[in-house]
């Protein structure tokens, strides 16, 4: 019975034909006509031919994306993953999930030694700037990544705002060594204290709320923050922003060029690239910190509580967990490293402004936390260096534009490259890159569990 | 049935006599809207007995435990709960999560709730939050990588292993919850809660979906709860082969209200219960059975 | 002879007939996998028309697998499922649907948010509301219950209840295969006996054909012509349901309340 696998033809001819129609009605406004402007006003040029072109076009693909979703349906039917199963199957328990270190080892290995590599490679330190400064802007965003995870990979709560926190971070710095004159390493600890503060005056109200409400209300702190930082001139000097922000200094020696300085302390001959090799280390350190945060405080328990949390809350109270300050403390610490790394950012700039903190930033950093796999120290690795280092790429494609012809810039299409590859990444790893949870503690061999089994959080 | 004055608890443990009540429902209403889901309702459960509550289906008997368990702030009434040192606690008062933290009730679910994504040891260990909590310094001296919490999570996994061994899962310890059978989950439920330490366990039609010879050994799992541990046990429950052959008391609901009260025996044999709830085996089912050999309710064996 | 033993031999001689004519539903040689997991592994199963069938087996065994593959939802990967004469191995579950098959799946599944009238509404869309009336009368005759409870949001209501409004709703279809996925799951003993009084009448008046997987062994092999264990994802046993009832293997797995086992845990 092949017919009663695939739909049959005639249904499929039908549906094209309904696209193709629905297709031509758009093409009546939109292509149908030309209107060029003529002695006597508008005149309108039919264009008929190409609006058949296009249904004749839209025919086909329908027909074709059938026939090949047809086949695809019917293979999925046949093997449903695990997750679909109405029952526990005694069948064997996944096994094989080995934890793969590889990656892990891999990225720290070229983290570590990339102003190394980028030197050799480049021939020197200064042209091996764009190589390093690319390098902290990956390493900002694989912070921020992990940050925003406690919230929403550990904890399932949805943070639509989460750069409100990167922004206090970095206002912390820029104000308090402006107007104070307190030094990077005592407004770095403050700056995450005062971020997780806000954390939990943003925590409080929304702790009833969750999935789509709990979205909206984040989204809107984050844009309230912004609003703030625009309008109140006095304090933050309105949407002109904070410049001449102090530099950072080596554990109080300045990057200059004079007998004080870093390099001549050092014997070393002067050379600007050194404060940069430095904020390179320095945003690899507070990542890195990061990453061991996260992961000694899986293990314990308020981590546990944070995955149970996201597991089932109900389930959690009637197990003795207070889920309202298991809940703040997710908030307050995923916002005391966005603190971190907003206080990194600012003394990297020494120019800040509420530009830097748009809503397209919290997308970014939570694309990269689902895209990464929600719960994934490694996988929030990979999708960072795929997100923020995958545009760069963009600009060194120069042959694009011998195909699409002179002044076709492919950095212009970044969002839509972007959007498609976000829509694929969810058609073919609807969990992130790395779906797998390894448990925190096992009597055994530690082996992940599927992602079929985890789940996302509500809110 | 005593009933407890609200004002006093004092004059109420005097009042109790022989073995001490754990919990002592009294007066308690629940109303959502218009409809009354539980309308006056006053029973006790002694400590270390297994006391059962069984009624029609939507006789409000998830929704007492709702209220005892802290889900539902009742309308009106007072559950007291008594530890065996003599403290008590007013569970109505008490936010949901204390419940079981400081009153220490523990509960189950209906329909099962376990961690799916966690593995069946993490499932135990998330259930000795409070302690494991309170040896990790509040999470800042745990961080630190101190001894004190390190020994602590040894404690606690020595004992969910325990549990383990129990109801039979040493060997799934790694396993996510989600992937283990039905009946499995059940147990593990019942371990999890079990591992808060309870002074009361609650369970919600811990039976269902299990078929006979599971049945049985959550009998067994029963038993040793209430005889090993200082835990009393409350439960909701269909199978008769269950709330007949280990409980102590029966407590039986209809639309709300007490309708009976007492030992197994005597509820077996109470004709308001049997016009509510039980019905009357017909003559041949029980001719069949006797053919068979075999006996549905064959209870009290 | 007993009235009741002559039952059994019409029975027993009715079940024989219907297995002789073409089943109206033909499980053959069906393995489902879930992943790389084979939750079923080449099951050969009938149920002839007018036939009550009982599947019986432990928990993971693969019963509501079964019962899940025959609605195409997963979709057996090799095998072949007849329906009538009709191959439904490939069919997309709505498909199925259509062609006069309902089922109370387990978990309930009811729509939480719309009242239980609604619910009903929705079993019958299958008729466009043709018998609405009658069937209706006749859920609210078999559950009281529902009937005081019919302006009620479907997800307020207690477990138990929702459990029936899963039955009444399948029944609105008026199918001619009624498949039950453990149907007295968390019901009470006097409604469960209501039950199954009336899976027996809907066969006896109706002649509904009943595919029904029950962890209450004893009583759904009493109601049945026939019976299947499945052990594993495999047909191990199979015989009229006195057949089973009688049979020391069966008895001592799925029937007794295990004393020995109590004694032993």
């Known amino acids: 019975?092949?017919?009663?696998?695939?739909?049959?033809?005639?249904?499929?001819?039908?549906?094209?034909?309904?696209?193709?129609?629905?297709?031509?009605?758009?093409?009546?406004?939109?292509?149908?006509?030309?209107?060029?402007?003529?002695?006597?006003?508008?005149?309108?040029?039919?264009?008929?031919?190409?609006v058949a072109a296009f249904c004749a076009a839209i025919f086909a693909l329908r027909v074709v994306q059938r026939l090949i979703l047809a086949r695809r349906d019917a293979r999925r039917a046949l093997t449903p993953s695990p997750a679909q199963a109405t029952e526990a199957v005694q069948g064997e328990p996944d096994a094989g999930q080995r934890v793969s270190k590889l990656g892990l080892y891999a990225f720290l290995g070229v983290a570590l030694t990339l102003p190394v590599i980028a030197t050799t490679a480049s021939g020197g330190l200064g042209p091996a700037r764009y190589w390093i400064d690319l390098g902290i802007l990956i390493l900002t965003y694989v912070m921020l990544g992990w940050g925003l995870n406690i919230v929403v990979g550990l904890a399932g709560l949805l943070d639509l705002g989460y750069v409100a926190f990167y922004a206090v971070g970095a206002y912390c710095y820029a104000l308090l060594s402006t107007t104070f004159g307190l030094s990077f390493w005592i407004c770095l600890p403050l700056a995450g204290l005062f971020a997780a503060a806000w954390g939990m005056v943003l925590g409080f109200p929304v702790l009833r709320l969750r999935g789509d409400y709990l979205a909206i209300v984040t989204l809107a702190f984050g844009e309230i923050i912004r609003l703030v930082l625009i309008n109140w001139t006095d304090l933050t000097g309105g949407a002109a922003g904070i410049s001449s922000i102090p530099r950072a200094t080596f554990f109080g020696i300045p990057f200059t060029a004079d007998e004080t300085g870093f390099a001549a302390r050092f014997g070393l001959e002067f050379d600007s690239m050194h404060r940069v090799v430095f904020l390179y280390?320095?945003?690899?350190?507070?990542?890195?910190?990061?990453?061991?945060?996260?992961?000694?405080?899986r293990r314990m328990p308020i981590g546990r509580a944070w995955e149970a949390l996201?597991?089932?809350?109900?389930?959690?109270?009637?197990?003795?967990?207070?889920?309202?300050?298991t809940k703040l403390t997710a908030f307050a610490l995923g916002a005391a490293f966005a603190g971190f790394a907003g206080s990194f950012f600012s003394v990297r700039q020494g120019f800040i402004s509420p530009e830097s903190f748009t809503f397209l930033e919290s997308a970014i950093i939570l694309a990269i936390v689902?895209?990464?796999?929600?719960?994934?120290q490694v996988g929030v690795a990979i999708a960072a260096v795929a997100m923020v280092g995958g545009p760069e790429l963009l600009r060194n494609l120069g042959f694009l534009s011998a195909v699409f012809g002179e002044g076709f810039d492919p950095n212009e299409y970044r969002l839509l490259l972007f959007g498609l590859a976000m829509v694929a990444m969810m058609v073919w790893r609807p969990r992130?890159?790395?779906?797998?949870?390894?448990?925190?503690?096992?009597?055994?061999?530690?082996?992940?569990?599927?992602?079929?089994?985890?789940?996302?959080g509500h809110g | 049935m005593t009933v407890l004055t609200p004002a006093n608890?004092?004059?109420?443990?005097?009042?109790?006599?022989?073995?001490?009540?754990?919990?002592?429902?009294?007066?308690?209403?629940?109303?959502?809207?218009?409809?009354t889901a539980v309308n006056d309702l006053s029973f006790e459960a002694k400590a270390g007995d297994i006391t059962a509550l069984i009624g029609p289906n939507g006789a409000g008997k998830t929704t007492v435990f709702n209220c005892i368990t802290g889900f539902y702030?009742?309308?009106?009434?007072?559950?007291?709960?008594?530890?065996?040192?003599?403290?008590?606690?007013?569970?109505?008062?008490?936010?949901n999560f204390a419940v079981n933290r400081t009153a220490r009730v523990a509960r189950t679910f209906q329909n099962i709730r376990l961690f799916p994504g966690m593995t069946v040891l993490e499932n135990l260990l998330v259930a000795q939050h409070k302690p494991l909590m309170r040896a990790s310094g509040f999470t800042v001296l745990g961080l630190l990588g101190l001894a004190g919490y390190r020994s602590a999570e040894r404690a606690a996994i020595e004992k969910a292993k325990a549990w383990l061994d129990r109801i039979g899962l040493m060997e799934r310890a790694d396993d996510p919850a989600g992937a283990l059978p039905y009946g499995a989950q059940r147990r593990l439920e019942i371990a999890r809660a079990m591992c808060t330490d309870p002074v009361l366990l609650c369970l919600d039609e811990p039976a269902a979906g299990l078929n006979p010879r599971e049945s049985a050994e959550l009998n067994a799992l029963l038993r040793h709860i209430r005889d090993a541990h200082d835990t009393s046990v409350l439960l909701i429950e269909h199978d008769m082969s269950v709330v007949m052959q280990i409980s102590d008391h029966v407590v039986v609901l209809d639309y709300g209200c007490k309708i009976a009260d007492g030992t197994p025996d005597e509820i077996r044999s109470d004709p308001k219960v049997i016009a509510a709830y039980l019905g009357v085996e017909d003559e041949e089912v029980e001719r069949v059975e006797a053919e068979v050999g075999i006996g549905h309710g064959e209870a009290g064996a | 002879m007993s009235v009741a033993g002559i039952n059994v031999l019409v029975e027993e001689t009715r079940a024989r007939q219907a297995a002789a004519a073409a089943p109206l539903l033909a499980v053959r040689d069906v393995s489902t996998y879930y992943g790389s997991v084979a939750a079923l592994r080449g099951v050969d199963l009938d149920v002839g028309e007018g036939e009550i069938v009982t599947l019986i087996g432990a928990n993971g065994a693969g019963k509501s697998t079964l019962m899940m593959t025959i609605f195409g939802a997963p979709q057996a990967r090799t095998g072949s499922i007849l329906y009538a004469g009709q191959d439904i191995t490939r069919l997309p579950t709505h498909a199925i649907a259509r062609l006069g098959l309902a089922q109370s799946p387990e978990g309930r599944r009811v729509f939480p948010r719309m009242s239980v009238f609604e619910n009903l509404q929705m079993g019958a869309s299958l008729h466009g509301g043709r018998y609405f009336a009658e069937d209706l009368e006749r859920v609210c005759t078999l559950f009281p219950r529902l009937k005081e409870r019919l302006q009620q949001r479907a997800g307020t209501m207690s477990g138990g209840e929702q459990q029936m409004l899963a039955i009444g709703r399948a029944l609105m279809s008026r199918p001619r295969l009624l498949l039950l996925d453990e149907p007295s799951l968390g019901l009470a003993p006097l409604v469960v006996k209501g039950i199954f009084d009336a899976i027996r009448d809907l066969n006896r008046r109706d002649g509904m054909t009943i595919f029904l997987v029950e962890q209450n062994a004893y009583h759904a092999l009493k109601l049945a012509h026939r019976g299947y264990v499945l052990v594993n994802g495999r047909v191990t046993m199979s015989g009229t349901g006195r057949q089973l009832l009688d049979d020391p293997a069966v008895k001592s797995a799925y029937l007794e309340g295990g004393h020995g086992a109590a004694a032993g845990a």
């Open chain 1, 281 to 297: 280390y320095l945003i690899l350190g507070l990542a890195l910190l990061t990453n061991l945060a996260t992961l000694r405080l």
């Open chain 2, 73 to 95: 702030k009742p309308t009106e009434g007072m559950l007291r709960l008594a530890h065996a040192d003599g403290t008590v606690h007013l569970l109505e008062r008490l936010p």
């Open chain 1, 432 to 456: 992130g890159l790395i779906s797998v949870r390894v448990p925190s503690v096992s009597l055994g061999e530690r082996r992940a569990i599927s992602g079929a089994h985890v789940s996302e």
């Open chain 2, 9 to 35: 608890p004092k004059t109420a443990e005097k009042i109790a006599v022989g073995r001490e009540a754990v919990l002592s429902v009294a007066h308690l209403t629940m109303r959502f809207g218009g409809l």
């Open chain 1, 370 to 376: 689902v895209l990464g796999g929600m719960g994934s």
């Open chain 1, 310 to 325: 996201r597991e089932d809350e109900i389930a959690c109270r009637s197990l003795g967990i207070d889920t309202t300050t």
């Open chain 1, 1 to 50: 019975m092949a017919d009663a696998r695939t739909p049959g033809l005639p249904d499929i001819l039908r549906d094209a034909g309904l696209y193709a129609l629905v297709a031509f009605g758009l093409c009546i406004p939109i292509i149908a006509y030309r209107t060029d402007a003529g002695p006597t006003g508008l005149e309108l040029t039919p264009r008929w031919k190409l």
